[in-house]
């Protein structure tokens, strides 16, 4: 086989497994967001007693512990399930949660020793529309745990949960078709390219990203909110109602088929917040900053890779040290010290960053590194805008009360799907009158 | 027939955006506050940190002393007679005293039984029985350590008592053997 093509094959593989590998990262990552945001929104503290040998990392041991405890518990088949179905669907669940960040971009590709290395998994022709379209699959786990469990509150909420997936969808994808009508591509690669650029509008540029928030507010908004009800997500977690439902479709659910479930929720969350990233806040585009230029200037990556690096772990560690000032009193031993040891890890990230930056404005990185720097980057500044919507999701949780289900509907078909079309009809004048 | 239209209902134009800005905007203040003041929340860290108990507040019991170290108790048994929830076990006897008749030879609070009423203080006219030990985690790994004898219950010279714990107290006797401090 042509070296080239081989490598090529390696550079796919790699992608696909990292890109499954990813949001299963982030997932006990986002559990953790989760419990110590909704503590510190309410006033408390969240986890901080579960710990390995002292180790407590603020409390993400806890995850640990609930992962050896769902692994630990009976696995509860009912006796009158449809025992295949009531297999699957957690599988697929999780499976098809997991499918769409397939197409999503990393970082830009890396030219090196003659071959492209391409950070992303598949760059599909019909990129945007495999993002609709799986995440239009999900309903079909909730579907079959519901129906399969033979529980009439089970079958209630994922009734609720299919019915609120289809009507959300449609607004979703016609906030997609503004911004497609925008980018004129649907090739992920591409859109991502082209917001990289600065706002132009009439043929003046602005001082602004071409990101499609700009672009497409409204489109914004609607794909946002459409993005929470996808995702089963509060205020649009009807389908898990606790007060009428019990707990909804996976009612009859235990042990690891739950938690993939529970998984499952969270990774369609991250991946909303990566397909979000993407499509509307300029992926892995650094602001003002494109590809093209700072693989022109050798320093311009180097500098903002360090600057970046400098500033968050010099204020996260500030705040492990505050937080470790406050709580001397309280603890003794590697408790006490862990908080000064996570200082003292990113005062060394930022003496390391500024060390770096020194050296390569003066004396001049070798000629490899510097387009090594620029995926590091941009994968920084994608886990970055990642990271704020997860925030999101989590802050909207604890902010917002339930919607009623007719609410939800009028919401849905009355308010969201007019404004979709009233977007797009405004973006085709306004886009016939840019020619 | 009167028609009441409820307030604030708009129909389908409702967009809820100026209430969920509100919100997070709200929660949002909450999250600033409590990450960088986290010592104003109210939450104790309990094993680590004890919060000062209210005074009166009625704890683990004790067993009083006489000045020589022996039970201010007779075994008179109110005591067990005024518990609601029998958990007090008296063994009574004969004391060396002959001022005094009887001693507990046994005196056995079950805590998984206790209720924490306080009857068995109030009762006592000897003031020999007080809950003022201000142990509010009362815990074993198993059930008999959780019967609390005589010796464990007369053994508190160096522990902490609540500071104004003041039941009331009948004094019966003003000298003699049964005297009141």
Known sequence: MDPNQTCTLINIAVMTVLMWLIPLQFVPFFIWLERKGSAIIQDRVGPNRTGILGFRLFGMVQNFADVVKLVMKENIVPANVNRFYFMLAPFWAMTVSLLPLLVVPLAAPLEMAGHSIRFQAADLGVGVLFILSITSMGVFGIILAGWSSNNKFSLLGSLRSSAQMISYELSM?????????????VRMSVIVETQGRLLTAWGHALPLPNWGIFLQPVGFLLFLVAAFAETNRNPFDLAEGESELVAGFHLEYSSVKFSLFFMAEYANMVVAAFVIATLFLGGYQVPFASTQELQADPKLALVLLCCTLVLLKGLAGVFFYKRGVQQKHLYTGVKQAEPFLFAGLCFAVVVAALGLMGYGLTAGLPAGVNGVLIPVLQLLCLLLKVLFFCWLFVWVRWTLPRFRYDQLMKMGWKLMLPLALLNLLVTGVLLLTQK | MKVVQRPGNKGPFKTYVVAVLKGLWLTM????SNLFHPEKLPTVFFPEEKKALPPATRGRHRLMKREDGSPRCTACMLCATACPAECIHILAEESPNPDIEKLPAKFDIDMLRCVYCGFCVDACPLDAIRMDIPEVTVAGYTRDSLVYHKEFLMDHDN????????PP???????????NP
């Open chain 1, 173 to 185: 994808g016609l906030s997609m078709v503004g911004l497609l009508m925008v980018y004129q591509d």
């Open chain 2, 159 to 166: 522990k902490d008592v609540v500071p104004d714990y003041n």
């Open chain 2, 29 to 32: 203040g909450h999250v600033v």
């Open chain 2, 169 to 179: 107290r009948p004094v019966l006797w003003t000298h003699g053997p049964h005297a």
